[in-house]
């Protein structure tokens, strides 16, 4: 009987210990599209669509991103800003590991703004905050992700986030990074051409690539754990994915991508997210990670 005592005593001290940052389940951070809107060309997939996402349509899709991760994940919400179109891609405003958050300095004036708004609801939750300067402009998971073991970092510069910034970045968690050069201005983060998935793969389109930066990635991977997405996939958000262990959330896009990935062993759900490509962005930007990698399901 003492020993449930002790036993019940310390559970409740570890937990009382532990920061409210340590979440047990998947956790997300979403914002709503109240004010999103393609206001003004930042990437090519906005030229063309200005104005062009209508209100209703851009809510609809949101909302079915929302419970299709919420039947997954535990999923957080920022308060929507007017004046801050993007604020809807919140997963480019920070990258968060163990509870600590690198909050983005992004390249582009019109997005600035988002970042105090985030780094006051970050700071407010609980998080360590590490910033970068200003000169050394970060895009959050937009240009760097983790491998699914959350050991390395991997971040790409060429038309956002500079190269200065990856080891600044990587030290917030004494972690090695690489740097990936990408090359094709459609795809302008790394997000949008790669993303490590569960079980040590990788989903990737190598045209965004330099040699070199497809060199390291052949080197850690193994063909075998490679999944390519072909160009017309790449240009539809095929690997701007959210995956949460086997789960993987993506635009419903046209080839055969997502049938490559059930092949592999993944649970894809397709979602209509047409709205949001027109700004550039899809599952994976809409929806930052809070829990570590490690946490999957509670
Ligand atoms: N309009 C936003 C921007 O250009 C869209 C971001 C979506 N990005 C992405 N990685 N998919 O910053």
Redesign the pocket.
Known sequence: KETTVLAGTLAGNVAATLPSTHFSRATFLMCSPEWYD?GYV??P??AGNLHRPTRDASFAQWRGLYEALGRIADVKLLHPRQGSP?MV?V??TALVHHGVAAVSS?A?AE?QPEERHLRRWLQEAGFLLWDTPRETCF?GE?DALFDSDGRHLWAAHGA?TCKYSHGHVAEAWHVQVTSLHLVDPRF?????CFAPLSGGRVLYYPGAFDAMSLALIEAAYPAERRIMATESEAAQ?GC?VINIGRDVLMHKASGRLAERLRAAGYAVTELPLGE?LK????A??LALRLSDLSVTYG
Not at 188 to 192: A, G, I, K
Not at 279 to 282: E, F, H, V, W
């Open positions: 393609v930042i990437n997939w906005m993007d891609f997963g480019h992004f582009h997005r895009e937009g956002r302008y983060h790394l997000d949008t958000f701007n949001f700004g550039g962005g899809s994976k930007s």
